[in-house]
């Protein structure tokens, strides 16, 4: 997970920065093969109706929302603060205490303690179809996710897709029992990613060194699918982020996760 898109999210809200950060850095490294994690899907993902829970942080309460904003608003108002203190965390790091955040070490306390605790629940349901055309797989959700139609899964070229821009296969990830942040429990699956970054036409080869205040002035597609089966069902757990921005304009940005069950 690279500086500029923890920087994009954790700017925006601060709670589900580090829950995001908990749930999706635990990837591991891999021998599996980019064929493997198709065979996976192919077999996971049949053809017809599923009933789609789509899956949320649940709202903070009261209190918990007033240190959010207050946080937020130091934030904004320490930014070159924050940016560094970001550049120089390692993946899954919590930022630590400061007087910057805006708030008190007891409230950063309770901060963390809800921030790390949360679980990733059903907040809502929508059927969802999948087809299988030309040995590829498609996504019709209805009222909702209507994004996930840019999203095209090619079985027999082994290929991911969305909006006709390809990902690359990342690898396996394993969220047993002590790392999921699903209520509905542990799961395992493969992700495939994009991640490009250019200034004035010419392609980043190192965003991680890239000026913080040069971000208003880049190019950035930044897309991750993510498919995966709990272990105790046949449920597939189905993650799409995509982040597509032009010098500072985004043009996409979605953040969808869905838990499916085959009807």
């Known amino acids: 997970m690279t500086f500029l898109y923890r920087y994009i999210r954790l700017t ?11 749930v999706f850095a635990q990837k591991q490294s891999s021998v599996d093969s980019n064929a493997v994690a198709f065979q996976f899907v192919d077999r996971l993902l049949s053809e017809g109706h599923y009933t789609a829970a789509v899956l949320g942080i649940p709202r903070p309460n009261a209190s918990q929302l007033a240190i959010v904003e207050k946080m937020k608003l130091a934030i904004k108002d320490n930014e070159d603060w924050f940016l560094k203190v970001m550049k120089e965390l390692e993946p899954g790091q919590p930022i630590p205490y400061h007087k910057n955040l805006g708030i008190s070490e007891t409230e950063y306390a309770d901060f963390m303690q809800f921030s790390q605790s949360v679980k990733i629940d059903k907040v809502g349901a929508v059927p969802l179809k999948v087809i299988r055309r030309d040995s590829s797989l498609h996504f019709e959700p209805k009222d909702f996710g209507d994004y996930l139609k840019y999203l095209v899964i090619h079985l027999k070229d082994h290929t991911v897709m969305v909006d006709s821009l390809r990902l690359s296969y990342k690898g396996q990830i394993t969220m047993d029992a002590k790392r999921t942040t699903l209520v509905a429990g542990p799961w395992n699956g493969y992700s495939w990613v994009l991640e490009e ?16 205040t040069e971000i208003r002035e880049m190019d950035i597609k930044s897309i991750e699918v993510i498919i995966g089966k709990l272990d105790h069902s046949n449920q597939c757990f189905l993650y799409l982020k995509s982040n597509i921005v032009n010098k500072g304009h ?3 940005k979605q953040d969808i996760a869905l838990l499916l069950t085959k009807e």
């Not at 925006?12 to 908990?22: E, Q, T």
């Not at 970054?197 to 913080?212: A, F, H, N, S």
């Open 197 to 212: 970054y250019r200034k004035d036409g010419q392609l980043i080869t190192d965003p991680e060194k890239v000026d913080p």
């Open 250 to 252: 985004v043009l996409a």
């Open 12 to 22: 925006l809200l601060v709670a589900a920065l580090i829950l995001s950060v908990d």
